[in-house]
């Protein structure tokens, strides 16, 4: 054991000895003309180092450098700057006068990915001839090689043209090379950005063989956590993998074999972009099942509840933003896309979509979807139509199509009063200005045609309410002994129009087994209000003198229903229609009479005076 630890101590300081005497024999500082020269010749890009270049022998055997920076050629600010570089570089090859990085480590770095940054051509800057340069080894005794990249605690700063900056921080990169143009990368950062916090992992495999016509990477992970305002309490997480290749000319990314998952939610496809003076993309993608409820923090509660707990935090509001959020929409002049989506399950404000497709195209600021179906409350819809943002004001344009939807379900999933129930059909033409309730309620305008099946007008029993008015006039009649806070009607269609929040109801037509009704109105949706004119024919539940029964079986009754949609008033005159009905039965019997007795003086005196009433 003695004679191992004095031949490790020997080997120990030959070690020593000789690294101090390499340090001592090569000056660093050699390698500078020839790294900024061999970066300029490969890349173009213009590298400085500043201060002087320096040894550090323990645990690693590196040379330290001051503050650097990289600048594209006519570039107004460097691409990389940082305040101090260390490359590890291999003992042996020094001895022989090469110079093997095995790797360069940044810290504190400051990438710019900005128009400030990007190559510019030079005036009367000469073109370089194609094909590639052979090194001059003549030039200079020293060889260049790099392993690996680290970047640690560093900052992105990402813009494109004149939008905002988008900075990525806490940027932890590794970058390794393990095959001719082959290499490994791990990177791990944040985003913040408007009280959002993004942050995520990511490990890739890089295949740079073509660097820089194009470069291929296959991201085997990816794990992202986002949190902040506007987010659910929970936050959004997930993971994914994506195959990706970039295209230097033309321009352009393709991203193949898509997997993405966000809390429940997970989506597959693929995406790609043509870059220019208009940027083009193409989505093509597919899921199993969107939670968008999961992602939205929706959740179905009373106004209590919802006072009680709050699932999300509210972004404040920032006080020199746009006054119209939908200024945002004029973003869609600046690109062409093409949208294909499907999903075999959609949850969307507990509404529960099945079998959603859409087909959407922008052109620099028209946006037609020619198609958005899907199944829903069992029924189907579909809502072809355009945005048009050319114009200094938005065109929105609808087609909407509804079949046999459940009316309630949609009414309970936007918080709105179950007044209307049943399987509710449209077909219609609207067109708008924004998709905002606002609008919606001042704005819009167009026509539709409606029916409805199995409906129930909750909160009013007409058939009801008009019984209970003729027995109270009238107690040789009464209507059905049970009670029912509703209207139920077998089928009902109407005709409307909707124009600055008033929407015209007109040909109404209803029919039950116990009554059928006609007329019209408007309900007043800023106001939650209506008013409607109906003539109702009661032809059912009738109990008592029947020949009353059979007149009123063939006497319409206007009705007037009007107030607000949760508390509905009506107006109702039986009197005079019961008093009609009387002077009509008492005309009839005197009419008989006249005619059995028609050649007595009092029977001809009878039938004058009838004739003139």
């Known amino acids: ?17 000789g690294m101090s005497a390499l340090v001592l024999l090569v000056n660093p500082n050699d390698f500078r003309a020839y790294m900024v020269k061999k970066v300029e010749q490969r890349s173009g890009y213009h590298l400085t180092l500043e201060g002087d270049l320096r040894w550090h022998v323990w645990p690693q055997l590196s040379i330290l450098a001051g503050r650097m920076t990289l600048t594209a050629p006519g570039a107004k600010a460097p691409v990389i700057s940082a305040e101090n570089m260390r490359l590890d570089v291999k003992l042996l090859p020094l001895i022989s006068h090469q110079l093997y990085v095995k790797q360069v ?24 001839p194609g094909g ?48 001719l143009h082959q290499a490994q990368m791990e990177l791990s950062s944040r985003v913040n950005r408007d009280q959002r916090d993004l942050a995520f992992t990511l490990a890739a495999d890089l295949d740079l063989q073509q660097y820089p016509r194009q470069v291929s990477a296959k991201v085997t992970q990816f794990n992202y956590q986002l949190e902040g305002a506007d987010i659910p309490a929970a936050g959004i997480n997930g993971e994914g993998s994506v195959q990706m290749v970039y295209q230097q000319s033309p321009r352009q990314i393709v991203l193949s074999q898509l997997a993405l998952s966000a809390n429940d939610n ?30 939205s923090g929706w ?46 399950q959609v949850v969307y404000r507990g509404l529960i979509i099945s079998q959603l497709q859409a087909q959407a195209d922008n052109q620099q600021g028209l946006l037609t979807v020619k198609s958005l179906s899907g199944n829903v409350a069992g029924g189907d819809f579909a809502f072809p139509g355009s945005l048009d943002v050319r114009g200094n004001k938005p065109v929105i344009k609808l087609q909407p199509r509804l079949q046999q939807v459940e009316l309630g379900d949609v009414l309970k999933a936007f918080g709105m009063p179950l007044v209307l129930t049943g399987a509710f059909s449209m077909q219609g033409d609207l067109t708008g200005d924004r998709f905002t309730a606002s609008s919606l309620e001042h704005r819009w305008q167009g026509t539709a045609e409606m029916a409805m099946k199995n409906a129930q007008l909750h909160g009013l029993n007409i058939q009801q309410l008009i019984q209970q008015a003729v027995a109270r006039n009238d107690s040789s009649v009464r209507g059905q002994d049970s009670y029912q806070r509703y209207t139920e009607v077998q089928q009902i269609s109407t005709k409307g129009s909707l124009r600055n929040g008033t929407v015209t109801l007109s040909d109404l037509k209803a029919d039950s087994a116990l009554l059928s009704l006609t007329g019209g109105g408007t309900l007043d949706m800023p106001g939650k209000q209506c008013d409607m004119t109906l003539n109702v024919l009661v032809t059912g539940g009738w109990q008592g003198d029947n020949a009353l029964i059979a007149q009123l079986r063939r006497t319409p009754i206007p009705l007037r229903v009007y107030g607000p949609w949760e508390q509905l008033n009506y107006q109702l005159q039986v009197e005079q229609l019961l008093r009609n009905a009387l002077q009509d039965r008492a005309k009839e019997a005197l009419n008989k009479w006249a005619d059995k007795n028609k050649n007595s003086h009092e029977g001809q005196d009878l039938k004058k005076l009838l004739d003139k009433l």
């Open 132 to 179: 590639n340069q052979a090194d001059d080894a003549s030039e200079s005794a020293w060889k260049f090689d790099i392993d690996n990249l680290r970047v640690v605690d560093s900052l992105l700063i990402w813009q494109r043209a004149n939008n905002e900056q988008i900075n990525v921080r806490d940027i932890n990169l590794t970058l390794q090379q393990h095959g």
């Open 299 to 344: 959740q179905n509660k009373t106004a209590d509840e919802a006072q009680a707990a709050q699932s999300i935090t509210s972004a404040p509001v920032i006080a020199n933003q746009a006054e119209d959020p939908q200024q945002n929409l004029q973003i869609l002049r600046d690109f062409n896309a093409q949208l294909s989506l499907k999903a075999e």
């Open 266 to 295: 997970q989506l597959a496809g693929e995406i790609g972009a043509q870059f220019g003076p208009t940027p083009s993309y193409t989505l093509n993608l597919s899921s199993n099942h969107l939670n968008l409820d999961a992602l």
């Open 1 to 17: 054991m003695r004679r191992l630890l004095t031949a490790l101590v020997i080997l120990l300081v030959v070690l020593v000895a």
């Open 105 to 128: 480590m940044l810290k504190n770095a400051v990438i710019r990915l900005t128009p400030e940054s990007e190559e510019q051509a030079l005036p009367g800057a000469p073109i370089a």
